[in-house]
């Protein structure tokens, strides 16, 4: 199993402004994956994050707005840049699945955009 | 495109009544098979899991799942549901020649005591 931090858990921001939001894992993975949960809809895959390449991005989703960093195996933040009130989601870190084992997935960071 | 339907949006059950939601995906190679569910306020919990072997999957709180492979589905079952079973379940697919994880459209089950 995982376990995946994600910090911050929640946060209101002004439109117009960017956050970064962190995913650390408890192990060393290859690939981290980054979802959004926009209000009662199911999660959407923004991009897939490989250690020492870029991120692949899922159709309608750009690196100009959702801006990913891998820098190591266990660590991974996702930019919402440039945010208005459409970008109000809860967004999750996932790893998995993979060795046989299911997928883990952050608590989420639940973003408010004002 | 690889896709994952869930025909079910929205399920309005009373107490001790069957349950059945259907999860379809669109693919004719290897996959596994998830289902997934968030309670009101709550992150996302695994209940059972499809990999390989039997295609009847027992998961945690009474639920089953069975894998037809010739129909591509992946049907969510419990006999008698509870209350306390009021969430958002999500059938999820891992397609082998992929790593990531493709999620349905997921159903909203309200249970009424």
């Not at chain 1, 991009?47 to 690196?63: D, H, L, M």
């Not at chain 1, 100009?64 to 208005?84: E, Y």
Request: proline share 4%; charged share 15%; net charge neutral.
């Amino acid at each position: 199993s995982a376990v995946i931090s994600q910090k911050p858990s929640r946060d209101i921001c002004q439109r117009g402004t960017s956050l970064t939001i962190q995913c650390q894992v408890d192990s060393q993975v290859t690939m981290m994956f980054w979802y959004r949960q926009q209000p009662g809809q199911s999660l959407t895959l923004i991009a897939t994050a490989n250690q020492g390449s870029e991120a692949t991005y899922e159709s309608g989703f750009v690196i100009d707005k959702f801006p990913i960093s891998r820098p190591n195996l266990t660590f991974s933040t996702l930019t919402v840049s440039n945010m208005s009130p459409e970008d109000s989601s809860i967004y999750l870190c996932s790893v998995g699945p993979y060795q046989g084992t299911e997928a883990f997935f952050g608590q989420g960071t639940r973003l408010t955009v004002v | 495109a690889q896709s994952v339907s869930q025909h079910n949006h929205h399920v309005i059950l009373s107490e001790a009544a069957s349950l059945e939601l259907g999860c379809n995906y669109s693919y004719g190679g290897t996959v596994n098979l998830f289902w997934y569910v968030q309670y009101p306020g709550q992150h996302l919990q695994l209940l059972l899991k499809y990999f390989s072997g039997d295609p009847l999957v027992k998961g945690i709180k009474g639920f089953e799942a069975e894998f037809i492979k010739s129909k591509f589905s992946f049907n969510l079952r419990k006999p008698s549901v509870q209350w306390s079973d009021t969430a958002e379940y999500f059938c999820a697919v891992n397609f082998y020649n992929t790593d990531k994880l493709i999620f349905g459209t997921g159903t909203r089950l309200q249970v009424f005591p």
